[in-house]
């Protein structure tokens, strides 16, 4: 069974760019979060979806930021218009189908390094 | 893969009482991150302890890291049931590219009241 998958594992943009940042959790799990780590910093939380679902997105930033996560096919995490201060390391994870979901059970992906220049 | 392995996995125990969870690391690291996280929620940052600090404190949270043992622990004192959650380390390393955050499986606290 593979884990959490994420890619790409290193993007680079320019300013003004849009970043797709793509995320496909373990077979079976429909609950994804997104968290973003700034260089020296510990994860902040960004955004919880299970299928074709925003649960709670109160860590988003309100412009140029959105996630989805369609009934078929990956979570995308979306950065339209890129800025330096977005280069940090993005990772998702996932979790089962479980009310509530288990928290003992949330799976890590490997993280995306995006690097604005 | 995940580097981090904590232990135990599951911890239950009573309010008012100290729950320690402990965590291995396998690799050199520049920091290592302690998270907690509610039952259907995402995870919350508690503390970051660098390489070159020993302990580190905040309110009833305790961190202790050892480098030679690649170990670190994770005391909460007077637990309260309000603690009841999964609290996980992330070990943050730097690799060519640059920083790399991994994190371990867990352990799921239960404070009874």
């Known amino acids: 069974n593979a884990g959490v998958m994420q890619n790409p594992r290193h993007l680079v943009r320019r300013r003004g760019q849009e970043a797709r940042l793509r995320c496909s959790p373990m077979?079976?799990?429909?609950?994804v979060y997104w968290y973003r780590q700034l260089p020296e910093e510990g994860l902040k939380f960004m955004v919880y979806?299970?299928?074709?679902?925003?649960?709670?997105e109160s860590g988003m930033p309100k412009e140029r930021f959105s996630a989805e996560f369609p009934k078929e096919g990956p979570s995308i995490l979306r950065i339209q218009q890129v800025v330096r201060g977005d280069s940090a390391a993005y990772f998702c994870?996932?979790?089962?189908?479980?009310?509530?979901?288990?928290?003992?059970?949330?799976?890590f992906g490997p993280g995306t390094r995006l690097t604005v220049t | 893969s995940q580097q981090g392995e904590e232990d135990p996995q599951a911890l239950s125990i009573q309010e008012g009482e100290n729950a320690t969870m402990n965590c291995s690391y396998k690799?050199?690291?520049?920091?290592l991150q302690w998270y907690r996280q509610n039952s259907g929620r995402g995870l919350v940052h508690l503390i970051l302890?660098?390489?070159?600090?020993r302990e580190k404190h905040s309110g009833r949270l305790r961190v202790t890291l050892d480098t030679s043992k690649k170990s670190s622990s994770l005391l909460i004192t007077a637990s309260r049931a309000a603690d009841t959650a999964s609290y996980f380390c992330?070990?943050?390393?730097?690799?060519?590219?640059?920083?790399?955050?991994?994190f371990g499986g867990g352990t799921r606290l239960m404070v009874k009241p």
């Open positions: 302890i660098r390489s070159n600090e």
């Open positions: 994870a996932s979790s089962p189908p479980s009310l509530p979901p288990s928290s003992y059970e949330q799976y």
């Open positions: 690799t050199s690291i520049n920091n």
């Open positions: 992330a070990t943050d390393a730097w690799d060519n590219a640059g920083n790399m955050l991994t």
């Open positions: 077979k079976g799990h429909s609950h």
């Open positions: 979806l299970q299928k074709e679902n925003i649960i709670d």
